[in-house]
Structure formats: C-alpha cells, structure tokens
C-alpha cells in the first residue's frame, strides 16, 4: 500500500511570499488531516476533512492559511502571505475512520526568511 | 487544551535497558495514541489504546492507560539504538475524533 504523499519536500521562501503545500492520501482513506509542527513541539491541527468537507478548522488562522480538498482525495494547503513564525514542518495524515491510526507523509518543511 | 503533556521530556538510557515515558492529559477521552517520529520525519503509529482497556502490548512496546489519573505510560523494553526517536501520545476528545499531540518525549538510546 502505497503511503501519504507530500510534495514538496523542502522549501524556503520570503516572508510576505505565499507557498502551497500538496497532499495525497492513501487511496480511500477519507479522513485528511494538516498538522504543523514547529522545531520541538508537537505537531498541532490544523484542518481536518471529511471526504470533500471541513470537519474542523478552528485551529487554522484563516487571515493567511487556507486548504481545500476539492475532489475528496489529495488537498493543498496554501500560506498567503507567509510570517517568519510559519517556519515549521507541515504535516499531512489520513485515515480510514476519523481519528484511528493516522498514517502520516514524511512532510514539507518550510522555511520563511 | 485537550493536549496531553509527555514526561520526561528528555530520556538517555544505553542499549538493552527499558524506557519509560509518560503522558498526562486534561479531559475524558476515547482513545489514546502513541506515535514514533525519527528526526527529520513523518511520525509514525505504534499503538491505540481505548479508554475501556486498561493495557496492552505491540512487540517490545507496553502501554497503559489509567484514565482516572488522565495519564499513559509508553514502556520500551530491551531498547535498542534503533528506537532512538521522540515519542509523542496523543489523545482526542470523547466527543470529536480529531487527535491532539503533546509535546513529546526525545529517547535516546546509547549502543
């Protein structure tokens, strides 16, 4: 079973510049979760879909962020403009049923300079 | 914050001896996760724990639970350099099914 795909890998940018992020989940799992994990924490939530809905996205500050998932499978998660504090690794995970056994990408970690 | 809290939050022990981490959190829960993440890395799924279930095993990994001290406990036994890694638990809320990850817990295992 091929794994959740995370594209790209790495990427570094200005701040004020905007960045998306691409996501491709495991084929069928209808949950996809963005985390962001800043150096030292743990990863927090950011969005979660529900097939092609937002379940939840009380955590995603929306002045700037903002994901879609238009056809209930891969979704991009997109910064305009990116802040310097948005340096993080950007984690994307899916799941059968929402909330068991996460399977996570090895995620795109973002630099802002 | 429904996040839990690992502790310690740095553990060093050498090759062959057993890790204890520990995670407390905040309110009721269903379920309780325990993920491995190698530096540089996506994190990885070890255990599912549910809060009617009191212990349970995977390998060389133990877990409980005893949700009324809202607290978890991750044992790795016969360590190895290998399971070098931060460690994270993580819990959702009895009425969501969102997960929410605590600060973590950074092993290190000394051949």
């Known amino acids: 079973e091929a794994g959740v795909a995370q594209s790209p890998r790495y990427k570094i940018i200005e701040k004020r510049q905007s960045v998306a992020f691409w996501c491709n989940p495991i084929?069928?799992?209808?949950?996809l979760y963005w985390y962001q994990q800043i150096l030292g924490q743990g990863p927090k939530l950011l969005i979660q879909?529900?097939?092609?809905?937002?379940?939840?996205d009380s955590q995603l500050p929306k002045d700037r962020f903002s994901a879609e998932r238009l056809k209930g499978v891969d979704s991009t998660l997109k910064i305009q403009p990116a802040k310097l504090e948005d340096s993080a690794v950007y984690l994307c995970?899916?799941?059968?049923?929402?909330?068991?056994?996460?399977?996570f990408g090895s995620g795109t970690r973002l630099t802002v300079v | 914050s429904q996040q839990g809290e690992e502790d310690p939050q740095a553990l060093s022990i050498q090759e062959g001896e057993n890790a204890t981490m520990n995670c407390s959190y905040k309110?009721?829960?269903?379920?309780l996760q325990w993920y491995r993440q190698n530096s540089g890395r996506g994190l990885v799924h070890l255990i599912l724990?549910?809060?009617?279930?009191r212990e349970k095993h995977s390998g060389r990994l133990r877990v409980t639970l005893d949700t009324s001290k809202k607290s978890s406990s991750l044992l790795i036994t016969a360590s190895r350099a290998a399971d070098t890694a931060s460690y994270f638990c993580?819990?959702?809320?009895?009425?969501?099914?969102?997960?929410?990850f605590g600060t973590g817990t950074s092993l290190t295992v000394i051949p």
């Open positions: 309110t009721s829960i269903n379920n």
């Open positions: 724990i549910r809060s009617n279930e």
């Open positions: 084929s069928g799992h209808a949950t």
């Open positions: 879909f529900q097939n092609n809905g937002v379940v939840d």
């Open positions: 995970a899916s799941s059968l049923e929402g909330g068991y056994g996460y399977t």
């Open positions: 993580a819990t959702d809320k009895n009425t969501g099914n969102q997960f929410y």
